[in-house]
């Protein structure tokens, strides 16, 4: 991929206050990463799978926290959001007090570089954060490599790993987390048509660390 300024970490802090700032103005919660269908999509899986309701759920690169919100609705007690901007966790807190939900856990942390605290979750989701890494200006092959070794610290073995991505197709993600990790199922994603070739916009994969 070309770098990108999509991943740096100045964009990000810049980006959320500014969100932060129209939440305060307007109570905007701002932009769902891939649409509302994403967060359905994985909270369908956890349901039909019949995951425990009480099951350590860590959400990498929360952002605004919606997806917190929605997983919490849907009766999981024990779920995390973490953010290396400060200004992302500060608009999900605002999100998670005005939607009366304090059971939200929410920190600063950068993935790359977890506190040891950060471990045994039963699932880890990701909605774009690996998206982001991937157009690191500075070293993006290196810090995929730190990502799934990260990754390999805070998920219990036998946890499962939902990642979406616009970015990658099932094969190449297949090729990322194949140390460690292997596929489960993938999830069905919006498709599109162009020159008869049928393809899809977002891949959606559940992994299950070895």
């Known amino acids: 991929f070309s770098p990108s300024v999509l991943g740096t970490r100045e964009h990000w802090d810049a980006a959320y206050e500014r ?17 509302e269908e994403s967060m359905v999509r994985i909270i369908r899986w ?22 917190l919100v929605e997983l919490a609705k849907s009766g999981y007690m024990n779920i995390t959001g973490i953010d290396y901007s400060p200004s992302a966790i500060q608009l999900s807190e605002k999100v998670r007090e005005k939607e009366g939900m304090s059971n939200i856990k929410l920190k600063v942390e950068d ?29 993006a092959v290196g810090k995929r490599k730190l990502y799934v070794g990260s990754l390999c610290r805070v998920l219990k ?24 990790f292997e596929i489960l199922e993938e999830l069905p994603t919006p ?7 049928i393809g899809n916009s977002v891949t959606a ?3 299950q660390r070895k």
């Open 111 to 139: 993935f790359l570089a977890p506190s040891a605290e950060l471990s045994g979750f039963d699932i880890c989701i990701d909605k774009g954060t690996f998206d982001a890494i991937s157009l690191d200006p500075s070293d």
């Open 157 to 180: 073995p036998e946890g499962f790993f939902l990642i979406t991505s616009c970015n990658w197709t099932k094969e190449e993600l297949l090729n990322e987390f194949r140390e460690g």
């Open 19 to 35: 969100e932060l700032q129209t939440f305060q103005d307007i109570g905007d919660t701002g932009e769902i990463w891939f649409g």
């Open 46 to 67: 956890l349901e039909k799978h019949k995951v425990p309701l009480d099951s350590s759920v860590l959400d990498i690169g929360t952002g605004n926290g919606v997806l």
């Open 191 to 197: 498709k599109f048509c162009f020159g008869g070739r």
């Open 205 to 207: 994969l559940v992994f």
